[in-house]
C-alpha cells in the first residue's frame, strides 16, 4: 500500500516537483529522474541539466585547449551507487588559436544509478549532487550548485516522469555509442591517419567529420582534421599532441567519438593497416570480411546458404517443406518450388535492407536483429502455433473446402510456398552456417548494391535444395502417391511446430521475464480458442449443416482482440545476458565484458569466449553438445583458462562491436585467447567436445 501511494504521489506531483532548479550566474542547474520512481534491483538513470545563458557554454568530457569538465559528486543512500556520466556528444568551440569542446545552451547529463535490491518500497530516496562546472563566453565563471532529488521506491517498473523522463531518455538514445565500425590507425610521417569503414559511413561523401578524443594529450585540438572520403568510410589527418611529437612514442591505440553530419559513435581504435574503402592507404581486403573480394564473398554466400539448410535453426521449417513435397507432383511441384524460391529471395532482400537502413542510422545491430525484438519473437511464436494447428486439423487453410477447382486450390499452394519460404528466412537465417560468417562481415562493410547481392547469394544457396528438388521428375516420381497417408503425415509434423512454437517462447522468457511469458501464453490460448471455433465454422459448413459463421466470426474476432490486447508492447529486461556467474556442465562461466577480457589477458590468463543468444538454436546445441561435456570442462581445468559468455539475446552494442572487431555479424562466435597470443583463435560455428578441447589443449599450455 505504501509503494501504491508512493507512486501515486510521483504521478500526480511529478519527482521533478521534488527537486528545484538552482539558479547560479549565467547557469541554472536542475536534477531529474527518468522514471516517476525506482524499484528495487533495478538501474535509474537521472540527468544534471546545465543550462548556460545566451551565448555561453560549459564544457565536454575533455574541454580541449582549455576549459574544464563538468564534475559531479553525489551522495546517496547506503548501498546506493552513481555511474559515470553518459557524456552527450559535444561542439567544437574554437577561441582564437585554441580549440574546446562542450556545449552551448543546454547540457543533459544523464547518470545511471544502481539502486540495492534492499532498497524499501514505500520510502523516498534522497540523491543529492554536489555540480563543479566552468561556464565561458567572452570571459569564464567558475560555479557551484547544489541540488538535489526525492525520488519514491516502488514496485515494479515505474513510467516515465511527465515532465524530464522524454528529455532523460531521449539523451541517453542519442549519446555517441559504438556502431560495428571497422576502425584502425597509423602512426606515419609526424601524423596520425584514422580510419573508419561501416553502414553509418557509406555515401558520407560532404558530410562533415571530426574526431574528439577523450585523451586531451592525444592530438593537437588546434590543429584541422583533414578528411580523406572513400566509398564505405573515411580517413582522418590528425597532428599528434606533445606527448606524441615526432621521435616520441606512439599510442597502443587511440579511443574518443567520431562524429559525421549530426551522428556521433563511440570508437575503441587499435593500429593496424588502413582500409583502402575509408580512403586510407592499406589493402582493399583490409575493410573487413577476413579479407574476401566481392566474387569470393558471394561464392561464401552462396555455400552459406546451402549449408544453412542443414542447421538446427532450420529443422522447424523442415515440417513445412516435407508437407509440401508430400502433396506435390509435376507441374505443380515446380510452381511451389518457385513461389518458395521467391518467398525467400524477397524476405532475405527486405530483411537485408532493414539491416543495411537500421546501421546506416548508427544501430548497432548485425545479422538475426530481427529475434532480438521480443515482440518480433513474441508473433513468430504464434504464427508457429497457428501453423501446428492448421497441420493438426483444427482448421483448414489452402484446402478445397467447398469444392473449389482445382486451379484456385493450386493457388492456394502457391502462395502457401511464398509464405513458407519468408518464414523459413525470418526463423532460420539468424543462424550463421559454415561460410556465412565471413561473407556477411565483408557485405555490410560495403556500399547498399554491393551487401545486396551478397544476400541474395546467400538467399539463392538457401533456397536451391527445395527448387532444384521440385524440378526433378526422377525424383517426384519417387514419392509415394497421394492416400490417406497424406493426412497422418501432416498430423505427425504439426509436433516440429509446436516445439518451434515452445523454443520461441522460452526465447521470449530470457527476454523479457516473467509478465512477457504470461501475456504470450495468455495470447496463445486465445488463439487456440480463435483457431478452434473458426474450424467449428468450416466443419458445419461443409456437412451441410446450419451456418454458424455470424456468431463464431464475432467470438472469434472477440477472442482476438483479446489476444492483441494481452501482449501489446513487451519490454526488454535489462538484466537479460548480465546474469551472475553460472555454471555450464562442468565449466563456470562468467559474464563477458571488454574490460574483464582485459584484465585476464593482462594477467596471461587463456581465456573461451562464447558469443551467444538464447533465439540461436545453433548456439544452444553447441552449449549442449560440448560446452557441457566433461572433456572441455577437464581441458579447461588443465589450461587454467576463464570461460566468458557474451549474450547477444537481446541488442548490445558492445557485443555487437566486439562481434564485428572479428569480421563477424553475428553468432554463433567462439573465440580461445591462448596465453600471450596476440590474436584469438577463431573456433568452427558447429563444435564438438574434441574440436573445443583441442584447441584448448594446443593453446593453453604455458
Not at 516517476?36 to 538501474?43: I, L
Not at 559504438?178 to 553509418?200: D, E, M, N, Y
Not at 582500409?275 to 555455400?303: D, K, N, T, W, Y
Not at 505443380?332 to 546501421?359: D, K, M, N, Q, Y
Amino acid at each position: 500500500m505504501k509503494a501504491f501511494l508512493a507512486l501515486f504521489a510521483a504521478l500526480v506531483f511529478g519527482a521533478a516537483a521534488l527537486a528545484q532548479p538552482v539558479r547560479t550566474p549565467h547557469v541554472t542547474t536542475e536534477l531529474v529522474s527518468e522514471t516517476v520512481g525506482v524499484a528495487p534491483g533495478s538501474t535509474a538513470y537521472v540527468a544534471v541539466i546545465l543550462t548556460a545563458d545566451k551565448g555561453w557554454h560549459t564544457y565536454w568530457r575533455n574541454p580541449g585547449d582549455a576549459g574544464e569538465a563538468t564534475k559531479i559528486t553525489w551522495t546517496t543512500p547506503a548501498g546506493w551507487k552513481a555511474g559515470d556520466i553518459v557524456w552527450p556528444a559535444p561542439s567544437r568551440l574554437p577561441v582564437g588559436p585554441i580549440m574546446n569542446y562542450g556545449y552551448v545552451g543546454r547540457a543533459v547529463l544523464a547518470v545511471p544509478i544502481e539502486v540495492p535490491a534492499s532498497a524499501q518500497t514505500g520510502q523516498n530516496a534522497l540523491l543529492a549532487a554536489r555540480v563543479d562546472y566552468l561556464v565561458c563566453a567572452q570571459v569564464c565563471v567558475p560555479g557551484t550548485s547544489n541540488v538535489s532529488l526525492a525520488l519514491p521506491v516502488v514496485a515494479g517498473k515505474p513510467p516515465l516522469d511527465p515532465t524530464a523522463g522524454k528529455t532523460v531518455a531521449g539523451a541517453l538514445s542519442a549519446a555517441p555509442k559504438p556502431a560495428g565500425l571497422v576502425t584502425a590507425f597509423q602512426s606515419a610521417g609526424g601524423k596520425f591517419r584514422l580510419a573508419a569503414v561501416g553502414a553509418p559511413l557509406a555515401g558520407a561523401a560532404d558530410a562533415d567529420a571530426y574526431f574528439y578524443p577523450y585523451d586531451d594529450s592525444l592530438i593537437d585540438q588546434a590543429k584541422p582534421q583533414a578528411v580523406d572520403r572513400g566509398p564505405k568510410g573515411l580517413t582522418l589527418t590528425l597532428t599528434p599532441g606533445a606527448a606524441y611529437a615526432a621521435g616520441k612514442a606512439s599510442p597502443a591505440k587511440i579511443a574518443g567519438v567520431l562524429a559525421v553530419d549530426g551522428g556521433a559513435w563511440e570508437v575503441d581504435v587499435n593500429q593496424g593497416s588502413l582500409p583502402a574503402a575509408a580512403g586510407g592507404l592499406g589493402p582493399p581486403e583490409a575493410s573487413g570480411g577476413g579479407g574476401l573480394r566481392l566474387p569470393l564473398a558471394i561464392g561464401f554466400a552462396f555455400l552459406g546458404g546451402l549449408i544453412l539448410n542443414l542447421m538446427p535453426c532450420v529443422f522447424p521449417i523442415l515440417a513445412m517443406k516435407a508437407a509440401a513435397l508430400a502433396r506435390s507432383a509435376g507441374q505443380t511441384g515446380r510452381r511451389e518450388g518457385i513461389a518458395f524460391f521467391a518467398g525467400v529471395v524477397v524476405s532475405f532482400t527486405l530483411l537485408a535492407g532493414l539491416l543495411i537502413a537500421a546501421r546506416t542510422a548508427g544501430q548497432a545491430v548485425g545479422w538475426g536483429f530481427q529475434l532480438q525484438s521480443p515482440l518480433t519473437v513474441a508473433l513468430l511464436s504464434l504464427v508457429m502455433l497457428g501453423a501446428a494447428l492448421n497441420f493438426s486439423g483444427v482448421f483448414e487453410i489452402g484446402a478445397s473446402l467447398q469444392g473449389l477447382g482445382a486451379g484456385i486450390e493450386s493457388q492456394g499452394q502457391v502462395v502457401g510456398s511464398v509464405l513458407t519460404g519468408a518464414l523459413a528466412v525470418v526463423v532460420a537465417a539468424p543462424c550463421t552456417a559454415p561460410f556465412m560468417g565471413p561473407a556477411l562481415g565483408f557485405a555490410l562493410t560495403q556500399p547498399p548494391a554491393t551487401a545486396i547481392s551478397v544476400f541474395l547469394a546467400l538467399a539463392a544457396g538457401f533456397a536451391a535444395p527445395f527448387t532444384v528438388l521440385s524440378f526433378s521428375p526422377a525424383l517426384t516420381r519417387r514419392l509415394p502417391k497421394p492416400g490417406a497417408w497424406m493426412d497422418g503425415l501432416r498430423k505427425a509434423l504439426a509436433f516440429p511446430m509446436y516445439g518451434a512454437a515452445a523454443w520461441l517462447l522460452w526465447v521470449l522468457s530470457q527476454q523479457t521475464g516473467p509478465m512477457g511469458l504470461a501475456r504470450l501464453l495468455t495470447a496463445g490460448v486465445a488463439l487456440g480458442a480463435c483457431a478452434w471455433l473458426f474450424g467449428v465454422g468450416q466443419r458445419r459448413r461443409i456437412s451441410g449443416g446450419r451456418s454458424a459463421s455470424p456468431l463464431l466470426s464475432s467470438a472469434a474476432c472477440l477472442i482476438l482482440a483479446l489476444a492483441a490486447v494481452s501482449f501489446g508492447p513487451f519490454d526488454t529486461d535489462a538484466r537479460a545476458g548480465q546474469s551472475a556467474t553460472k555454471k555450464t556442465g562442468e565449466l563456470t562461466a562468467q559474464p563477458w565484458s571488454p574490460e574483464r577480457l582485459a584484465s585476464l589477458r593482462a594477467a596471461g590468463t587463456p581465456v573461451l569466449v562464447n558469443f551467444t543468444a538464447a533465439w540461436c538454436v545453433t548456439c544452444q546445441a553447441n552449449e549442449q553438445v560440448a560446452f557441457s561435456s566433461a572433456e572441455v570442462g577437464s581441458a579447461m581445468k588443465r589450461a587454467g583458462a576463464v570461460y566468458l559468455v557474451a549474450d547477444w539475446t537481446n541488442r548490445d552494442p558492445v557485443i555487437a562491436k566486439a562481434i564485428a572487431d572479428q569480421g563477424r555479424e553475428s553468432v554463433p562466435l567462439y573465440l580461445f585467447y591462448a596465453k600471450g597470443a596476440a590474436q584469438p583463435k577463431v573456433l568452427p560455428q558447429l563444435l564438438t567436445p574434441d574440436m573445443v578441447a583441442s584447441a584448448v589443449t594446443s593453446g593453453g599450455a604455458s
